[in-house]
């Protein structure tokens, strides 16, 4: 057989086929498989309107020549031979092939445009970025490309990464691979680390500015939403976002204490990243042992007594929040049983005749259909359960000293300005638990000295550019990610996010827009370390890397984490 993840020779377009590559549930949306397909048959394209929105990209199996050139561009090895593929990932060639007949092929080979560089003479581009996540990574990486440049990257915590480190959950090691094309990239000295340095507490944005051409905030979403609810202060009401952070090991959340000793639990939203909890609250201990997953988690999901997770969304089916690869992988979950029951499936008229429509987005049928797949499927009581609610919002959280119910309204779906919109009846519901996670969304926090929009919680920003409050562009300061578009879209989705920031960061120092720096690199060294002697740099890190990995081999595991900064500023003197 093959090896699906070593590239092919490339045939002439006009050679016969035995296979084609597909596209599976771990399809970052990076758009990096799009520009190498010689055929052309990878879609939708991010000049496309539909990839602002679709839950992955797709291959035309009619088209792929069997090349396999989007194999080794793929970062997340999502992409399979089709005669590869897993039990588990088979559907997708179905998938893949059903997105086609709703949007047939046309390609016209248009030539790929080399972004413009600077022109030499303007020497040498320095620019720092806050955050060292998926989006900071992507806009340094494409920095790297375009420019004679130097970059320096700052985050708070010891490690690089952000949440493809601490967000991503365990079980999705391949998802984690993003991190590996980062490392390689960032291999030269023109970039610098910067690690467990706080912007705001050991340089200012103004001293930021001083040192560098420009300086890019990729701070993310660091909070999230509440519900907004009578007893959410109650213990045993959390937040899905400090359960994630928990269980991945970040030093801010490894002291949290969750209550595992009870039967069921709650989870209000039924996003993505619900169904990473639901999963990891259900798993079987022995499989997440093969995982980073902090040993402190491990420990207290071993101990767990919980057998039954119930996922709150407030639309219907066909309006969840989880993508349809996210709940297709649930029923390959062994030893749990995913439940439905079939009168939550029923449908309001519009809906209804949204899903009779034959021109349906697939994925979106698809979502329906895993639905009534999985009410209509078998269940063994011994098994572990994933309970799915629909068209349910929480009205309060009950118990005296701790949560010991939650009461939520059924909600009906009402068209509101060619909306759907989830409306409370007067029905109501209770159901016993003692663990209740939020999983409603993320917001931005405020960035010192910069404006903020509280209202979407973001930087104003115009393609990047941070924005004043009269609307005219601040000289050299910039945003990508989260923070410039609120918290939507995946890993992959920062890529053109940060390619867009960049292109107008280059077009502003070609321009002759940007401030020279009054310093060098050479002068932001010394001053961070007199601030900060427990500085984390590019040796630091991967002193950190190597005492992790180490740790790891020798438990039959991709990394042990060092959970706690005493820790890891140890690993990375040593």
């Excluded at 088979?90 to 600077?118: C, G, K, M, W």
């Excluded at 937040?239 to 989870?267: C, K, M």
């Excluded at 029951?341 to 021109?359: I, K, R, V, W």
């Excluded at 890190?541 to 042990?560: T, Y």
Aim: proline share 7%.
């Amino acid at each position: 057989m093959r090896d699906p993840r070593v590239a092919q020779p490339t045939y002439l377009f006009e050679d016969l086929h035995n296979m084609a590559y597909v596209i599976t549930q771990r399809c970052c949306n990076d758009a990096s498989c799009v520009p190498e397909c010689p055929v052309d048959c990878i879609r939708p394209t991010p000049d496309q309107p539909e990839f602002a929105t679709t839950e992955m990209l797709y291959i035309d199996p009619d088209t792929c020549i069997d090349c396999g050139a989007c194999v080794d561009a793929c970062p997340v090895e999502a992409i399979y031979a089709e005669d590869d593929l897993t039990a588990s990932l088979a559907r997708y060639r179905e998938v893949n092939a059903e997105y086609f007949q709703r949007h047939p092929l046309e390609s016209n080979f248009d030539p790929i445009v080399t972004p413009a560089r600077p022109p030499k003479e303007l020497g040498t581009l320095r620019v720092a970025i806050v955050g060292a996540g998926p989006a900071a990574c992507y806009a340094a990486d494409e920095l790297l490309r375009r420019s004679d440049v130097e970059v320096e990257l700052f985050d708070r915590l010891p490690t690089p990464w952000g949440l493809v480190r601490a967000g991503v959950a365990p079980d999705h090691a391949e998802t984690k691979l993003v991190a590996g094309m980062f490392e390689s990239a960032f291999r030269r000295e023109t970039l610098q680390y910067y690690l467990n340095v706080e912007v705001g507490k050991h340089i200012s944005h103004e001293e930021l500015l001083a040192h560098h051409h420009a300086v890019i905030y990729a701070v993310g979403a660091a909070t999230d939403r509440h519900l907004g609810i009578p007893g959410e202060e109650l213990p045993g009401s959390h937040s899905a976002t400090e359960f994630v952070a928990w269980y991945n090991g970040h030093p801010d959340y490894a002291d949290r204490q969750f209550d595992l000793s009870g039967e069921r639990a709650v989870i209000v939203g039924n996003g993505n990243v619900a169904l990473d909890v639901a999963r990891v609250l259900t798993m079987d201990p022995a499989e997440l042992a093969r995982t980073d997953i902090a040993d402190y988690a491990l420990d207290a999901l071993r101990a767990s007594n919980i057998r039954e997770v119930v996922v709150l969304g407030r639309r219907g089916p066909l309006q969840a929040a989880y993508s349809s690869p996210e709940f297709m992988a649930l029923a390959h979950l062994r030893g749990v049983d995913v439940m439905i029951d079939d009168a939550e499936l029923g449908l309001d008229p519009e809906s209804q005749g949204l899903l009779d429509d034959p021109d349906i987005e697939p994925s979106l049928r698809l979502k329906y259909t895993l639905a009534k797949e999985y009410a209509a499927a078998p269940r063994d009581p011994a098994h572990r359960r994933i309970v799915f609610r629909y068209l349910a919002s929480p009205t309060a959280l009950l118990g005296s000293d701790k949560v010991d119910a939650i009461e939520f309204a059924h909600n009906e779906l009402v068209s509101e300005n060619g909306q759907l919109a989830a409306r409370p009846t007067d029905r109501t519901e209770r159901i016993d638990t003692s663990l209740v996670l939020r999983s409603i969304g993320y917001r931005g926090e405020p960035v010192a000295g910069l404006p903020f929009d509280e209202r979407r919680g973001t930087v104003p920003n115009e393609h990047g550019r941070v924005v004043g409050p009269e609307g005219t562009p601040l000289p050299g300061v910039y945003v990508t990610g989260w923070i410039k578009r609120g918290p939507r879209g995946v890993i992959g989705s920062n890529r053109l996010d940060s390619e867009e920031t960049v292109e107008h960061l280059i077009a502003d120092f070609t321009a002759g827009k940007l401030a020279v720096p009054q310093a060098d690199r050479a002068a932001l060294r010394t001053l961070l370390g007199q601030r900060q002697p427990d500085l984390v740099d590019r040796d630091g890190w991967r002193a950190i890397d190597l005492a992790e990995k180490s740790a790891g081999k020798s438990a039959g595991r991709p990394r042990v984490k060092l959970t706690t900064r005493e820790d890891l500023l140890k690993a990375a003197r040593g």
